[in-house]
């Protein structure tokens, strides 16, 4: 149980387009997703924190209008990167915890491969 | 800031070997510390979790303990197989109000034949 998916796993786009990032809790209903980015050999790095049916917390140095998350339903969070331009190449982890208590764990999806050309 | 440390960057060992991985932080004020495995291009498997009252926890051939007190928690592999090679992360969950994960860089283990 408890898995969570993530479409597409790879994409490559274009300087200045934008793209979607899908996060899905399978079998369980995640009432909080957290979106996270990992560049080559470093740590995973928090980038927001959404509860379900509420706007997403970003943390410091994240551009909210830049990476929209979207956390519509109990089973989808979607992070939409807009404008993106080379040094948003990373890659994209998301996490889904069925409650908003700590000591739950977080699943974590596969992971997306962003490129931009 | 919570920082979280993992020395050496990268391991090799060969198989069967017993080894220790260490995994260091700042702020002993934590909720819990987690280790997870990664494999190359791959999201996270989550191994044990450990409460901040608890003092290890084990799994198979895994077996996590925690000082929080000295900041500390090491992760213990017996046996080690190829199938071992992976990065393995440490993070922890601050005590408070929010719930966030601070993560370590991750070390690289190479389980040799």
């Known amino acids: 149980g408890a898995v969570v998916s993530q479409h597409p796993s790879r994409v490559i786009c274009k300087s200045g387009t934008s793209v979607k990032i899908e996060c899905r809790s399978l079998d369980f209903q995640a009432t909080t997703m957290f979106w996270y980015r990992q560049f080559p050999k470093q740590s995973l790095m928090l980038m927001a924190t959404s509860n379900e049916g509420s706007k997403a917390t970003y943390e410091q140095g994240v551009e909210k209008d830049k990476f929209l998350i979207n956390h519509a339903s109990l089973t989808l969070s979607t992070l939409t990167v807009t404008s993106a331009h080379p040094e948003d190449s990373s890659f994209y982890i998301c996490s889904a915890r069925p409650g908003r208590e700590r000591q739950e764990t977080q699943y974590f999806g596969p992971g997306t491969r962003l490129l931009v050309l | ?113």
Do not use: H, M
């Not at chain 2, 020395?7 to 070997?17: D, F, K, Q, R, T």
């Not at chain 2, 895994?62 to 090491?74: C, E, H, I, Q, Y």
């Not at chain 2, 080690?80 to 090679?85: K, L």
């Open chain 2, 1 to 113: 800031k919570q920082e979280v440390t993992q020395i050496p960057a990268a391991l090799s060992v060969p198989e069967g070997e017993n080894l220790v991985l260490n995994c260091s932080f700042t702020d002993s004020a934590i909720y819990n510390l987690q280790w997870f495995r990664q494999d190359p291009g791959k999201g996270l498997t989550s191994l044990l979790l450990i409460q901040s009252s608890q003092r290890e926890q084990t799994s198979g051939r895994l077996n996590a303990s925690l000082d929080k007190s000295s900041g500390r928690s090491t992760l213990y592999i017996a046996a080690s197989q190829p199938g071992d090679s992976a990065t393995y992360l440490c993070a922890v969950t601050l005590a408070g109000a929010n719930s966030k994960l601070t993560f370590g860089k991750g070390i690289t283990l190479s389980v040799r034949p």
